[in-house]
Nanobody, 130 residues
Framework: EVQLVESGGGLVQAGGSLRLACATS????????IGWFRQAPGKEREGVSC????????YYADSVKGRFTVSSDKRKKTVYLEMNGLKPDDTAIYYC???????????????????????WGQGTQVTVSS
C-alpha cells in the first residue's frame, strides 16, 4: 500500500522557519518525483516544490524561490521542505504527492492540473502569524 505521511507543521511568527517531512512507503522511492503542495482557506491547491529522486533535480514555484528548499533522504524514504522567511500568505495545509515525473514538475512550474497526481498525503497545517 502506498503511503505518504506529512509532519512538521505548526504555528510560527512571520519571518520564522519550519521543516516539513513527507515519509513514504509502498513504492520505489528512488524512481519517483515527490512534490509539495499547499491549499489556503478558500483557495485552490497549488504546487510549491518538487524533487526528482532519480536525478536530484528540484523545482520551485516563483512564490517560494529563495525561501524554501526541498531535499530528499533516500535511506529514510523521506522528502523534506525547509521553509524560511515565512509570511502570513504561506498559511495553508501542506500536502505531499507523487506521480509521473513530467506531470509532477508540470504542476509546480507549468500550471498543470493537480488531478494528474497519483497519491497524496493527508496534509499538515502551517500557520504563520503576522
Amino acid at each position: 500500500e502506498v503511503q505518504l505521511v506529512e509532519s512538521g507543521g505548526g504555528l510560527v511568527q512571520a519571518g520564522g522557519s519550519l521543516r516539513l517531512a513527507c515519509a513514504t512507503s509502498g513504492f520505489g522511492f528512488g524512481d519517483y518525483t515527490i512534490g509539495w503542495f499547499r491549499q489556503a482557506p478558500g483557495k485552490e491547491r497549488e504546487g510549491v516544490s518538487c524533487i526528482s529522486n532519480s536525478d536530484g533535480s528540484t523545482y520551485y514555484a516563483d512564490s517560494v524561490k529563495g525561501r524554501f528548499t526541498v531535499s530528499s533522504d533516500k535511506r529514510k524514504k523521506t522528502v523534506y521542505l525547509e521553509m524560511n522567511g515565512l509570511k502570513p500568505d504561506d498559511t495553508a495545509i501542506y500536502y505531499c504527492g507523487t506521480g509521473d515525473h513530467v506531470d509532477v514538475v508540470g504542476t509546480i512550474v507549468g500550471g498543470r492540473s493537480l488531478a494528474v497526481l497519483w497519491y497524496w498525503g493527508q496534509g499538515t497545517q502551517v500557520t504563520v502569524s503576522s
